[in-house]
């Protein structure tokens, strides 16, 4: 469904990782996004305050500034992608703890700024509860980042994507929509009794924790290679990985 991108400076060897900064992967959702402030603090290169300035200790104020920094894609064929998902060290955190320390938007810092543990909050919805748990929460994470970033400027939701054909919207478990992405629908799965196996297995699988499960994300390989489901602020999709 299209190339996707991370922020990475080659001299340190770390990186930010768009999806836990609460941004889309694409390279006009990082350019619509909050990630050109971040990288604002990051690059900001001077030994002396002013009016407006930093004036408390700033782990991420200038730590990029004057090093090599790209945004790469996973299509590029220096496969410097993957090259930095496993060897750099990921900032997203620490540069998120700080920005909001310095704008002065305290819900803007991470679960574990506040001395909490991290959790998903996104959890797994179920018929019983009757709604998309997590979702209220995601709602009042973006009205308190717009208050730092303004408004967005661009966003494809999923229901664009069932207008463009990308998605097919096969039911809700609660108030949460099910789709599937075109590809993968397309393989087998208009079959009602085998959808419904698949869906029933990826809520299972959902449903248990994982140590890379985020805040406002959750994915299961269902079949390496060959699907995924992801839970979200969307809903619940079921897809192929080259859909992702």
């Given at each position: 469904m299209g190339q996707y991108f991370l922020v990475a400076n080659l001299d340190k060897k770390e990186y930010l990782l768009p999806h836990n900064l609460d941004c889309g992967l694409k390279f006009l959702e990082i350019c619509a996004s909050n990630i050109p402030r971040l990288l604002a603090l990051l690059l900001r290169k001077s030994n002396e305050t002013g009016g407006g300035d930093i004036r408390k200790p700033c782990e991420a104020a200038g730590r990029w500034a004057g090093d090599r920094i790209v945004i790469v894609g996973d299509y590029d064929e220096s496969g410097l992608y993957y090259t930095v998902r496993t060897t750099f060290r990921e900032i997203s955190e620490i540069v998120k703890q700080d920005y909001g320390d310095f704008i002065g938007i305290p819900s803007f810092r991470t679960e574990e700024a506040e001395g909490g543990a991290p959790s998903a909050s996104?959890?797994?919805?179920?018929q019983e509860s009757g709604v998309c748990s997590?979702?209220?929460q995601k709602q009042e994470r973006e009205s308190d980042l717009e208050q730092v970033f303004g408004p967005v400027l661009f966003r494809y939701t999923a229901e664009d994507a069932v207008r463009d054909g990308m998605f097919v919207e096969v039911g809700k478990v609660g108030d949460c929509p099910?789709?599937?992405?075109?590809?993968?629908f397309?393989?087998?799965?208009?079959d009602e009794p085998k959808r419904k196996a698949l869906v029933d297995g990826g809520l299972k699988m959902l449903g248990e924790p994982d140590a890379e499960d985020t805040d406002s994300m959750r994915l299961r390989v269902i079949e390496k290679d060959r699907i995924w489901v992801v839970l979200n602020g969307e809903g619940i999709t079921f897809m192929k990985p080259e859909d992702y």
């Open positions: 996104t959890t797994v919805p179920n997590g979702m209220t099910v789709y599937f992405t075109r590809n993968l397309d393989q087998g799965y208009q």
